[in-house]
């Protein structure tokens, strides 16, 4: 089942896919939700299945007859997102361009009556519709053009759900050779603390990580090994977290709860966190832009970002990456 992910993050790894699967599908099962919802998430499902199949004609037939039948609705402005992250997949710039301003334009049009906050579906839209317009003038070598673009959108959503995935896309494109932004954490998972001036001399891994993230713990026994290589070498590790509403099974937990959540889930997953510095942030994530967990960011010694990566990596990758940092 696909469910509302929102909030700008990749699906497999929305911290919305978990809120909202708390919310509609408890324990895996679906039988009470609603109809209205079953036939939604049916039209994404199948736009989002079309699209697996290279199928960018038959997506876009599926959207358009659910538009003849619903009209304008944040589910279509959804699917239309997925649409164009189709095409741009597919190298087709101008038709990719062409679904996300449609995204866009429908999805600001329903926030005249809507909360962005309170609908994942247009956070969806809108937040995949500013990605894709943004990627495809990179694309088309107007990188600078892109960065304007999405400094104007982070200026106008800043404070919308959306915001953590519009400045991944800006640092993806500008972030790599600047002064990494400090943590700005005030509290802590463990006994670990430290900043990054403080670490100032040291190449540093950022590891962004969240308590229901499946890729982030399959990277677990990875990281043991890459510290255990490397730590000796001077490299740091760094693991910055954050609060998400939710602990185990999707159920809503008040912040004291869910910490003690996560702090269970280091010791259970992450056996080698237990002396790594872990910040507890939202801020941390925002400055970062770290809607996709795991985020993978390299810090040179002289505080540099050498590497911004949303996603997981292989150990043969990442290990690339660190001795290049160090070197070698």
């Known amino acids: 089942m696909v469910l509302p992910y929102g909030y700008g993050s990749d699906l497999k790894r929305s911290r919305d896919t978990h809120s909202a699967g708390a919310a509609l599908a408890r324990g895996g099962k679906i039988e009470w939700m609603p109809l209205a919802w079953l036939l939604v998430v049916s039209l994404v499902n199948d736009v989002r299945t079309l699209i697996a199949r290279h199928d960018l004609a038959a997506a876009e037939r599926a959207a358009r007859t659910y538009q003849a039948q619903s009209g304008a609705t944040p589910e279509l402005a959804a699917a239309l997102s997925w649409i164009a992250r189709g095409a741009l997949d597919a190298r087709q710039l101008d038709p990719a361009d062409a679904y996300a301003a449609e995204s866009r334009k429908l999805a600001v049009e329903l926030l005249h009556t809507r909360r962005l906050a309170a609908d994942p579906w247009l956070s969806t839209a809108l937040g995949a519709s500013i990605e894709v317009h943004a990627q495809v003038l990179a694309a088309r070598g107007e990188r600078s053009e892109a960065v304007s673009f999405l400094r104007d959108q982070l200026g106008a959503w800043g404070t ?7 400045r ?50 399959s ?59 872990i910040p507890l942030s939202a801020a941390d994530f925002l400055a970062y832009g770290a809607s996709t967990t795991p985020t993978i960011v390299l810090i040179d010694a002289g505080g540099i970002v050498r590497f911004y990566h949303p996603g997981a990596l292989s150990e043969a990758e990442l290990s690339g990456r660190i001795r290049k940092l160090l070197g070698n």
Request: hydrophobic share 40%; charged share 20%; proline share 10%.
């Open 160 to 166: 919308a759900p959306i915001a953590e995935r519009i």
């Open 168 to 217: 991944k896309n800006l640092n993806l494109l500008s972030l790599e050779g600047k002064t990494a932004p400090p943590l700005e954490a005030r509290e802590w998972v463990g006994a670990g603390r430290t900043t990054l001036a403080a670490l100032r001399g040291h190449p540093v891994l950022l590891f962004f990580w969240a308590h229901w993230c499946p890729d982030c713990k």
């Open 219 to 277: 990277m677990a026994p990875m990281l043991r090994s890459l510290m255990k290589t490397y730590g000796p070498r001077g490299l740091t590790l760094v693991a910055p977290t954050r609060l998400y509403g939710f602990a185990a099974g999707g159920e809503e937990a008040a912040p004291p709860v869910e910490k003690q959540y996560i702090e269970r889930v280091c010791q259970q997953y992450y056996p080698a966190l237990a002396d790594t510095p």
